[in-house]
């Protein structure tokens, strides 16, 4: 298996930041859903900003993978 390149070690490290924030905002959520309810715009925001969080991470996890096989120079004779 290859190495990450740094692009993919950045990308590894804001897929963790926004999982904090995904929890951080789960928090939130929980806290106004508890007391303002379950039908204010500060409960809802929290919850579309957790989903929000949890597919960035999900989606920049996906890209930070390393690569699964090393790619030749488009020039290089066919083998």
């Known amino acids: 298996m290859m190495a990450r390149s740094i692009g993919k070690k950045i990308s590894l490290g804001f897929s963790m930041l926004s999982v904090v924030g995904m929890l951080v905002s ?3 959520f929980f806290y106004f859903r508890e007391t303002k309810g379950t039908m204010d715009v500060l409960t809802a925001s929290a919850m579309a ?3 929000f ?3 960035t991470a ?6 930070s993978k390393p690569p699964m096989h090393e790619l030749q ?3 290089s004779p066919e083998s």
């Open 58 to 63: 999900f989606v920049l996890h996906a890209i």
């Open 49 to 51: 900003t957790s989903f």
């Open 73 to 75: 120079p488009w020039d």
């Open 26 to 28: 789960i928090g939130a």
């Open 53 to 55: 969080f949890a597919s």
